[in-house]
């Protein structure tokens, strides 16, 4: 099972350090983090995705709950909840074709292009990591030069 | 508002310090903490010089169980802080507290890899409670402040504040807030009366209730609570290894600890139950086999100050999360309320009660005059009932287990969690500091010993007459049995060859040194070392052959134990 956890942690040093630190010493893997401080300075957010069944997961928020620079541990209903990764794609062009049908792929998902080259160019995609998982298998063919991924950043539905 | 006054920050740990009611302080000098020792001149606090930083820990840490307010421990810089890191880890491990002040380089050579220079806070960071580096002197108080209220309440542990050395001789104005906020802890649950009730319900409809007590039980000191519960609701209560002595062992309900080497009846009766009250215990595998097998056959009232706890290791039907003692109040209170009090014997207690008294008579112990079970026993009949036992790692401390009852509650400590050899005798001296006034006993192996022996020094100039009574086999006990068992009786690196001469190396420490080999000299041994006033190690050669038997095998259920036949 796919888990979003949303932390609000203290914006202090070493806090990245002791969360990743517990998913690891409790032998918990980190799917995805990402980290910014919120409109509080005083906090930091953390979004960690990760795999467990349910009594596992109940146990990393627990654990995570516990510790005391964290204030807040919330796991997020993933159909209640908006979550998006941002992603970059370096994309070989082999021949004038490619760059179109690249272009209209990137089109399709709702990305934009970057630096466009004769050999190759870049994409930014934002969007889900299932919908970044379709893009990438559909970009394979033209050859992927390299990925960089952000991790996903997610925040629950208002409920009115 | 007070005027705020200008002091160094090593002045300012020392005022924290007082004002936490810091009475004595164990550890060590290096390079990186002199300004803090060199307060000592100037402070009423008292030092206790260990002979090794990671002694100086199991001394803080023996202290704060005893006690219930943290230990403290001093080390310098780098390898001095590196050798308390398994004193952390055990009394992490069985949530005690302690607050550890380590010395540190100067705030611009940390990570310069100057001389002693160790990130102890990295290196910490999963066996402590907390841990601050203030990175100026006025951030000390308030680390200090908080790191005792972080150690001492909910789920106690150790605490480490590490101090970079300019920080120590910076001067600031310093202010002493009595008031703090930390955002991210809540150590308090109120009161849980509805689950309490569940809980109450639960155990009068079950036909094999029984009680867990764990070592929550002894550091909420909730020993008049559970009294009254398996008293009023007639249940046999079990304990853990580390709530060993939460319930007098003496008790007609009382079957002693379950576990690894559980005694016959407890993993017997807690096999056979259907419903069980958990109180303050982590169901560590050690206690509970495997964990599938134990839990499959059980309804489980988990209570404990720690959420994370439950649903760990066992699925709870119940959980009544907050200080044991608090609801364990709550629970004598609606038993009061309601009027419920049961006099007649179930078949179920009856059968407890057969059960224990056939394994009181049909246990078969070592023949020899000088085994372990009858050692302990005369150990149990000489001691005041007061006295306080900590035990070291290995055999003797499972023989310690089964066959030394614990009368008074909370009088019986070990390093249940960690394991950590050569824990007793440092622990033994600061039990003592905390109570001068009754004998402190460390039960002990002489592998275990070797670890921490040198503390003996401590004892003998300190002035803190503890006991220590090693059973004597000459030989790692523990790890032979187990390649007895395990590995045809391949003895790998186990036989200590009778070296050193334990009674010598106490009198070359100033300590007294007895031997005893026969149950007269055993007995005489005991009165004097409990008349003295300088340390005593009485060495007690025994049977190396001797196994500790009932064995629970690891990965294996207690209804698998393993019998002396």
Known sequence: MWAILSILVENKPGILFKVTHLFRSRNFNIDSISVGVTDNPDYSKMTITTYGDEKRIEQIVKQLDKMIDTIKVERLDEHKTVYRELSLFKIKLSNANDSMEVNKLVNAYGGKVHDVKKDSLMVELTATPDQIKAFEELA????????????????????? | MNKMEIMSGAKALMVAMEKEGVKQVFGLPGGANLPIYDEFARCDIRHILARHEQSASHMADGFGRVSRKPGVCFATSGPGATNILTGLATAQADSSPMIAVTGQVPVAMIGRDAFQESDIIGMSNPVVKYAFQPRTAGEIPEAVKKGFFIAESGRPG?????????????????????????????PWADPDIVNVERAIEMLLHAEKPIILAGGGTIISSAFAELQSIAETLMLPVVTTFKGKGSFPENHPLSLGPIGMHGHAEANKMMTEADCVLAIGTRFSDRSVGTFEAFEKRLKIIHMDVDPAEIGKNQ???????????VNLRVMVKLLLQRAIKKTDE?????????????WKENLKIHPGEMGAAKILRKLREVLPKESIITTEVGQHQMWASLFYDVIQPGTFFSSTGLGTMGWGFPAAIGAKVARPDVPVVDIAGDGSFAMTENSLATAVLEDIPVIVFILNNSTLGMVAQWQRTF?????????????PDYVKLAESYGAQGIRAQSMDELDKAIKTALSSDVATVIDIPIDPEEDVLPFVAPGTSLADMVLPS
């Open chain 2, 487 to 499: 590995y045809d009786r391949r003895m790998i690196g186990v036989d200590q060859k009778s070296c």
């Open chain 2, 346 to 358: 179930s078949p179920w207690v009856k059968h407890v009660k057969e059960t224990k008294a056939y």
């Open chain 1, 140 to 160: 394979k063919p033209f050859g992927i030069l390299d990925v960089a991924r952000t991790g996903v950043a997610a925040l629950q539905r208002s409920s009115t």
């Open chain 2, 315 to 325: 699925t709870a039907q119940i959980a009544v999360i907050g200080d044991v003692k």
């Open chain 2, 158 to 186: 150790p605490v480490l504040i590490d101090i970079p050395k300019d920080v120590q001789t910076n001067k600031e104005p310093m202010d002493f807030p009595d008031e703090f906020k930390i955002r991210g802890y809540h």
